[in-house]
């Protein structure tokens, strides 16, 4: 099941960033559609004040996905940095997640030409691995609600200081 396909130029209206200025920091996030068809979580994070982290959320009317064994994305081969995806049911609070690390696409030669050529590559994280998190630091909680899942979300953290760009071209439910 198709969650975002990210073709319509509007496609990124409903993410928002969620980032460390929260608590003093000056990292800065945003999901930008392309012309050509994918979107890009990109943006810059700042270890200053204290910060280390930015993230863009998409909150929904909460849909069933019990009847599927996880997430997928397809991705950008290249990326360069480690991200996370966030989920939340209707039931997590404020400041709790389920999170889950981004696996790292397996890395594709490159032409020696000056032009890139994306290459799109789909990875799968199960359900299974998204586990409680409050603020960064695990929790004991019950496991999400699948059936009543209202919020996905991508981050970078973990002191990875710099620019930063992640091209998506779908997100989905295998």
């Not at 928002?16 to 003093?24: E, L, Q």
Request: some cysteine; overall charge neutral.
């Amino acid at each position: 099941m198709i969650f975002c396909d990210f073709k319509a130029l509007d496609a990124a209206k409903p993410w928002y960033g969620i980032n460390d200025t929260v608590m003093g920091g000056l990292s800065r996030s945003k999901m930008t559609v392309s012309p050509l068809g994918y979107a890009e979580f990109s943006g810059h994070v700042s270890l200053a004040n204290g910060g280390g982290f930015a993230s863009v959320r998409c909150e929904f009317n909460p849909i069933d996905v019990s009847g599927f064994t996880g997430i997928y994305l397809e991705l950008d081969s290249e990326q360069d940095k480690h991200y996370k995806v966030n989920l939340k049911d209707v039931y997590t609070p404020q400041s709790t997640v389920y999170q889950a690390p981004m696996p790292v696409p397996s890395h594709q030669a490159i032409s020696a030409s000056c032009t890139r050529i994306v290459n799109w590559q789909r990875i799968d994280i199960p359900f299974s691995d998204f586990q409680p998190q409050c603020r960064g630091k695990a929790i004991s909680r019950p496991s999400i609600a699948l059936s009543q899942l209202c919020s996905l979300g991508l981050v970078i953290g973990a002191q990875q200081s710099g620019d930063f760009a992640l091209k998506i071209k779908e997100i989905g439910y295998y």
